[in-house]
Nanobody, 124 residues
Framework: QVQLVESGGGLVQAGGSLRLSCASSERTFVSYAVGWFRQAPGKEREFVAG????????YYADSVKGRFTISRDNAKNTVYLHMNSLKPEDTAVYYC?????????????????WGQGTQVTVSS
């Protein structure tokens, strides 16, 4: 069982920035792809960004390209989501998920483990 813990959410004004973290105590976390998903009230969960287990492949939803960056620090067993130029429509609960030896793509069904989520609220 791989446990994932998200942190870094909060309230920010439009145009501001946040950095979300997805941390795991799993010693083989380096072998896992990680995806970030979000779910706003009344909406379906959607893919935001993903990074492959090698760290070389990254994927982004069109809505966040150029504003969000996903990265990983294997020494810290942590994957980050750097969010810039935030918009009110980015408001949602953000979840990270992991897949062993995955590519980090947008299919949520490929991910085995999920965190509890962190709330991001962007005020206008």
């Amino acid at each position: 069982q791989v446990q994932l813990v998200e942190s870094g959410g909060g309230l920010v004004q439009a145009g501001g920035s946040l950095r979300l973290s997805c941390a795991s105590s799993e010693r083989t976390f380096v072998s896992y792809a990680v995806g970030w998903f979000r779910q706003a009230p009344g909406k379906e969960r959607e893919f935001v960004a993903g990074i492959g287990w090698t760290g070389h492949g990254t994927y982004y939803a069109d809505s966040v390209k150029g504003r969000f960056t996903i990265s990983r620090d294997n020494a810290k067993n942590t994957v980050y989501l750097h969010m810039n130029s935030l918009k009110p429509e980015d408001t949602a609960v953000y979840y990270c998920a992991s897949e062993a030896y995955g590519l980090g793509n947008s299919d949520p069904n490929r991910y085995t483990y999920w965190g509890q989520g962190t709330q991001v609220t962007v005020s206008s």
